[in-house]
């Protein structure tokens, strides 16, 4: 494990300590500031997630002239998905730019606000199915079915590598666990959504940045 990655480890220990003490000590603080909307975890949410963004980028203009097209097309598939994610939390700008929500979608919005993960269709909750069971499944497939998979079978890695996916380390997909279980057992809060949004996308940089097959981004 690199002196990075240990360092981003952490910064989730100390970003959940934090949000402990403030319940303990000032709850009002820890409402009003640092877990609001567009307060102190949800601007470095979107950061993190620009971030990733960024290296997604710069992985495709890097390794453009040795890579085939599928590996390339996924990198800017998954750099483009990362900025919906930071609109996504950000509604778009909304409250930045004082832009009024459609009717349409205060209507169908829980938070009446611009995004698409907070939409209510007919009695469905586009947050609790979508981003709620079917993320939680695919995130436990991805960090625990995907890469005993791929250490069978070669073709299956084959075709992971070749779209350019991070295969998480035995302790990367474990630390997921604490990381977004934790926020939610420690922090008694209606907003404690934006601690369990950080804290994982904190470990999506670690995944990111040093993940199990880490050569498929080096120029050797």
Known sequence: ?????RAIYALIVFIISIGVILALVSPGFLENYYLAEDGILEW????????????????????????????????IFIGLAFIFCAGEELSWGQRIFSIETPDWLKENNQQHEINLHNLVIGDISINKVIFGKILSISLAFYLFVLPFLSNRFSR???IVEG????????????????????????ISSGESDELREICGCLMIV???????????????
């Open 1 to 5: 494990m690199t002196l990075a990655e």
């Open 44 to 75: 470095l949410t979107v950061s993190i997630l620009l971030f990733c963004a960024g290296l997604c980028f710069r992985r495709f203009y890097c390794l453009k002239p040795f890579r085939s097209a599928p590996f390339l097309l996924s990198l």
């Open 156 to 158: 299956l890695n084959h």
């Open 163 to 186: 779209l350019a996916l991070p295969l998480p380390t035995r302790t990367q997909a474990l630390a997921f666990l604490p990381a977004l279980i934790l926020p939610d057992l420690l």
């Open 206 to 220: 670690i995944l990111f940045c040093f993940p199990k097959n880490g050569h498929i981004y080096s120029l050797n």
